[in-house]
């Protein structure tokens, strides 16, 4: 059997690499789907059921330690270890700075608290049966965690801690037999932008817009799951994305204009 825990598992990427994890083991595969909404992560999970995997839905708010704990220790309890753990639970915002007033600055502490240090924590709680397993760490980032871009600051900075971590903890592992693969998605075709946060730290619903250019949902979590199953470094999304590391190096201004025009042309 293979253990795996996903966090965000009820909607987005994070419901996607489920069923096609479920897909790929089959009856194999043991699921562990965390997230806050049960209803949404009963419906993955049936579908993840539909295909012979075996489940666990587990209700997580990864803002919480505690609750990233519990998660950890529930899965160990209930099925002996992990193989692979995907951390993936994420939510946005988008404020230019000088619209925050101080007293909104938590916003900040918020996302950080569940982009990063959500991973942060299962990924601490999760390590020694990982180290046992030999298993695998997937991180979902953004390409946000390898470029700043306008009016996403709390964003940027969550997921280039993320960045930072997950680089500096594969080093860690080097030969521990545990890989860390970091994806950096560009835009994917998600309910994100609705769960969006704005200056106020409240759900911007004037956000509801996918991009045309994003990326569908299926083809962003099926590079996620090959390059977790080629336990790859990394796996950086979009032409522009990988061109964007390059030209980053080189004319690092350039990238400035290519992030603002990019955020720009997005409804
Ligand atoms: N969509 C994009 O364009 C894009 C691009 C680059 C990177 N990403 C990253 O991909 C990941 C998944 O995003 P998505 O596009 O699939 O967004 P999504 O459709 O909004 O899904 C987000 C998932 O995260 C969960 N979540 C949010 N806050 C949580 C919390 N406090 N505790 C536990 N779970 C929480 C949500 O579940 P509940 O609400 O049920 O808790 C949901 O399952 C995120 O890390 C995001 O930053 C997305």
């Known amino acids: ?20 994890m479920a897909d790929r083991y089959g009856v194999k ?24 995997a075996r489940t666990l839905i587990l209700p997580v708010d990864v803002s919480e330690q505690s609750q990233c704990i519990q998660l950890i220790e529930t899965t160990v309890k209930n099925f002996g270890g992990i193989d692979i753990l995907i ?31 959500g991973s942060v924590w299962c990924t601490h709680a999760a390590l020694p049966h990982l180290l046992a397993s030999q298993g695998r760490i997937v991180a979902v980032a953004s390409l946000a965690g390898l470029v700043g871009l306008p009016g996403l600051t709390a964003y940027c900075s969550s997921k280039f801690a993320m960045t930072g971590f997950f680089e500096s903890l594969r080093t860690e592992l080097i030969d521990s037999g545990v890989c860390v693969t970091i994806a950096y998605p560009g835009f994917v075709d998600t309910q994100m932008r609705v769960h969006r946060l704005n200056a106020q730290g409240e759900v911007d619903s ?25 336990r790859k470094r990394q796996v950086v999304m979009t032409t522009k994305g990988k061109l964007g590391q390059w030209i980053k190096l080189i004319a690092p201004s350039w990238i400035d204009r290519m992030a603002i025009a990019s955020i720009k042309h997005k409804p």
């Not at 253990?3 to 909607?11: K, L, M, P, Q, R």
């Not at 993936?88 to 007293?103: D, K, M, P, R």
């Not at 250019?213 to 590079?223: D, F, G, S």
Request: charge should be positive.
């Open 29 to 52: 595969a043991v699921l562990v789907l965390a997230a806050r909404d049960v209803a949404k992560l009963q419906t993955v999970a049936s579908q993840c059921a539909a295909v012979g």
């Open 1 to 20: 059997m293979t253990t795996i825990v996903i966090t965000g598992a009820s909607d987005g990427i994070g419901a996607e690499i489920a069923r096609q």
């Open 87 to 117: 951390n993936n639970a994420g939510i946005s915002a988008q404020a230019f700075l000088q619209e925050v007033e101080s007293q909104k600055l938590n916003l900040y502490d918020y996302i950080m608290r569940v982009n990063h240090w």
């Open 206 to 230: 004037s956000n509801r817009h996918i991009s045309k250019n994003a990326m569908p949902v299926e083809e962003c979590a099926r590079l996620i799951v090959q390059a977790t199953m080629r």
